[in-house]
């Protein structure tokens, strides 16, 4: 009984207003602790940036519509942003038309830090003025809280999608993680392990389908015809759901979390007993 009403506020946790990442830039920070999710971008960027050229020549809007789904609170965000803003620059220089307004829209759920990004604007903008004959662009930021798992934006609004490392994340924990008395078929784990039965994989793809399926059919209302995104989300390179290469430090989690998972437990038992003598 106790296992199963568990479940259930497990299943329907909020996921929106329960994860995020660390905000503010002190050490534990997401800001400190994302060069690791900038190596991955930066891998890419070749690929962003030509995806981003292709929809500007083609379309050479007037006001180009950017959103960064998932942009956390580091430096990232603004980082790929900045490069976004030059690589358009240098294209229309090169098509000789003046360079359009930027509309950015910066995404992620509704509790993650967007003041800190909101604080490092000026920063941002003495940046990008740097070694610049020319004025600032027309650039306007804003932050948009809400789940990409859903409609975000207007119709047709935007020409340009770019999310990094951020669509791996799940709208919830998929409900077949549990049995039907409520269970979890997945015990001792927090993650695809060797040890998992079939089902746990088949319960979390079942759960990315539904997810990404609505993350795409959000997308094509909001991108205008010929817009184009660029999705970098974790994967594998083999069938094997365990064969993954960070599986090492999931490893390490779970087994954190169940020694103290094992010793809050402990804890209440104890207090429990010496409330009872
Ligand atoms: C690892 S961070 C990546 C941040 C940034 N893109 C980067 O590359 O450094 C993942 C971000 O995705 C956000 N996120 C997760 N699920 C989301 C959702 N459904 N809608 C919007 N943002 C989401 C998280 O809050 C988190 O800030």
Redesign the pocket.
Known sequence: MITSTRAKRNQNMDVEKV???TGGTGDNSYAKN?SY??KV?DMVKHITMDALQQVYLALAPKSLGIAD????S?S??LSIIKDIVESVEAASCKIMIPAPEFRVYL???PT?DFNSIFKSLPDFYRDLNKERSGGLPLLFIAGYPG???GRLFPNDCLHFVHS???LH?L?KVPPSLYDKQGKPINRGSVHISASSPPLVSQAYYAQFQEDFSLFLRSRSEELTAGGRMVLIMLGRIGPDHVDRGNSFYWELLSRSLTILATQILLNFCRGRLKGKT
């Open positions: 994860f995020r990442m994302s999710q900038k971008s789904l998932g942009c956390s580091g990232n965000s995404n992620d759920l993650n789940s990409f798992y990094s490392y951020s994340w709208s």
